[in-house]
């Protein structure tokens, strides 16, 4: 391993832009991915899926697909009557009907993609061949397309058994939003749509089983997941066996961002059609299921609206959010986690004391909506951040100012829903951000251009973002269940570090950040600790890595397993050295005595003499040795920080370029400035891409035209332009080490800083931008009815 910087190596790890561990590997292609998982006669699958949105299925006939040569067997739901429900009850909350499915399609076909049959052969080809040769006589149906008019009471229904097409409905308030909003000077009303988008990583998702009939039947799961072993907790039920049969494998995982932290159908039918074939089987998705059948995000209809006093005071905020929510309720997460999401944090970093939401979920016959990176923080803060901005014209005030004015201040905050902010630079990064676009200046530039025909504008847009996801902060944000993790921590006979965690990573970079966490709390170098995650059966079990928590939830287990250990190393080396305890210091993986240069003893020698060195050991260490295993659930952590987009529309064409993008990230004490910075800047394109490119797309007739990357667009190194990246570092008043999270902070705010960047910029037409993505088509059609009227 190379070390960036030229520090005494006694110096701490944490906060240096170590470089990471992980990298040779992943760069000289020796990464394994579930595709490079192989077993002894393995077969290979493929799922037949509908092609419709929704229809009754009259026949399946497979003959023809099992006369060809190479296929191997072909199952229907019928085979898979043994397999139990897979339930979505919406973590153990109330306020939502709870959605059951079967993993293959029964009777009906509910959105095109919904797996109806699985063909296994013995290559991923003649499956494919096979696949298209199973003969499926549906009857269509009319689908439910509009999620306002699944809301009626006269829709058809996309479950029946459900008796409703709304599986949520959920209001809460707080203050007095009514006599807000009757006194107020002035109210602004904006309905924004939120456009539907995905995740799309490189990686698609893959699902590699094998089960043995012994011991009352095992199965061994390879799955590219978020989350080894709450995968194995939903999945072990489904397939009818304790936990214990289960082993979830998630080794290498090619990116996820929220997707991958979904339990899909795929996750049962591919061990149970191992079990029923009796043969290993893989399963690799392609590029179209994985657009057609992963889970979809946001396709939010966003009602905000604000009162205000006329000097610019915002008084109260109101939200009404529908979420488009697909056909099934996503498992575990439901689409609540997108409608909540945007209603419970709406009052961000506003000092509003009068607030109410509403969310609906109405379900329709389109592919899921589950978790996405920054989920339905991003609706929330485009419905809201460019309410503001109206706001701000309509008062005639400048909206950097309105915004300051109204702006909590930078000491712990509890919001008028009762989440407890741990401390932030919430003015401070709006403020940072505004001076790096030059804003002082920019009005001046701004009408220079107009002269000259050309439109820029410019767009903020601060941000407040749940981070380190535990029982505190998801009590705080409506969900009564409880998060935490785990860290074993272990030095073993040669003095070597092995962490476990139920964390996973899938680009994240924790082999390096949290070997950078152990090292600094064990005082040994870095290069002697391994951290091992994405296996149940080798790691301790942890609630998997999503909502940017596995900073705090690492930083924080480790600390107190890795604080245990080291008392015993210190007691040991104590004995060794003839030196009571408290004198006795572990720098580098050397115990001295403080004070006394010269005596020491190597950590190597303190291990052995740990594991080996019978009864001259205390009591303690002589039964477990040098290894602890322990919890962590900190308070709420919530980083901040702002996006200001400057960009420039060519009216003739209606295309955007983002000319300047600048992120200001405080996400408390940083664990490794590097690390921090691929978050964001990975998070900014991603916010890009869901302001004017990324559009999942269904006809009228529920037909999905979205299924390949030459329709869905997401942005490459031409549509993202230098990324100003900046930091604060307020350490958070709650977690171990001051930290908190990172990693969706840019997909939530650069939206809404592009779309008031571009209705800024197109403020003399009197353009009202409404939706994501802002496409050019959507802004000619926009500009052209500006002009009509
Ligand atoms: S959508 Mo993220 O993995 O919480």
Known sequence: MTIEDTRPRSARYVGRSVQRVEDPRLLSGQGRYVDDITLPGMLHAAFVRSPHARARILNIDASDALALDGVVAVYTAADLAWLNPMVATGPMRDGILAHSRTPLATDVVRHVGDPVAVVLARSPYLAEDGRDLVDVEYEPLEPVLDPLAALEPDSPLVDEALGTNNISHLEESAGDVERAFAEADHVTRLRFHSGRSTAAPIECRGVVAKYEDRAGGRYTIWASTQMPHLLRMFVAPVLGVPEGRVTISSPDVGGAFGLKCTVFPEDVVIPAVAKLSGRPVKWIEDRWENLAAGVHSKDMICTMEIAAKADGTMTAFRGHFVTDSGAFSSIPFTPLVDSQCAGIYLTSCYDVRDVAYSVDNPLTNKCQIGAVRGVGWVPGQLAREVAIDQLARELGKDPVELRLQNMIGPDVYTTAFGQTYDGGSYAEALEKARDAVDYASFRERQAKAREEGRYIGVGFSPFVEPTGWATASAA????????????????????????????????????????????????????????????????????????????????????????????????????????????????????????????????????????????????????????????????????????????????????????????????????????????????????????????????????????????????????????????????????????????????????????NAIADALSPFGVVIDRTPVTPEYLRRKLRDAERT
């Open 476 to 755: 705080a944000g409506g969900l009564p269940n409880g998060y935490y993790d785990t860290a074993s921590v272990t030095v073993e006979p040669d003095g070597s570090v092995t962490v476990t965690t139920g964390l996973h990573s899938h680009g994240q970079g924790h082999e390096t950040t949290l070997a950078q966490v152990t090292a600094d709390e064990l005082g040994v170098p870095m290069e002697s600790v391994r951290v091992v995650f994405g296996d149940t059966d080798s790691s301790v079990f942890g609630m998997g890595t999503y909502a940017s928590r596995s900073a705090v939830l690492g930083f924080g287990s480790i600390r107190e397993s890795a604080g245990q250990v080291r008392d015993r190393l210190l007691r040991l080396a104590a004995i060794l050295l003839e030196a009571d305890p408290g004198d006795v210091e572990l720098v580098d993986g050397v115990a001295g005595v403080k004070g006394v240069p010269g005596k020491t003893v190597p950590l190597q020698q303190i291990a052995l003499f740990g594991y080996f060195g019978g009864t001259a050991r205390p009591e303690d260490v002589q039964r477990d040795a040098l290894t602890a295993t322990s919890g962590y659930s900190p308070g709420e952590t919530y980083a901040n920080g702002c996006a200001a987009a400057v960009v420039e529309v060519d009216v003739e064409t209606g295309l955007v370029e983002v000319e300047q993008l600048v992120a200001v990230e405080d996400c408390g004490v940083q664990l490794n400035p590097t690390i921090v910075k691929g978050q964001v800047a990975g998070a900014i394109a991603n916010g890009i891409g869901v302001a004017l490119l990324e559009d999942l797309v269904y006809e009228d007739n529920g037909e999905f035209v979205s299924g390949s990357l030459l329709h869905y667009l997401y942005p490459s190194t031409t549509e993202v332009p230098e990324l100003d990246l900046l930091t604060i570092e307020t350490p958070s008043a709650v977690s171990v080490g001051g930290v908190k999270g990172v990693g969706e902070a840019g997909t939530i705010s650069a939206p809404a800083a592009i779309v």
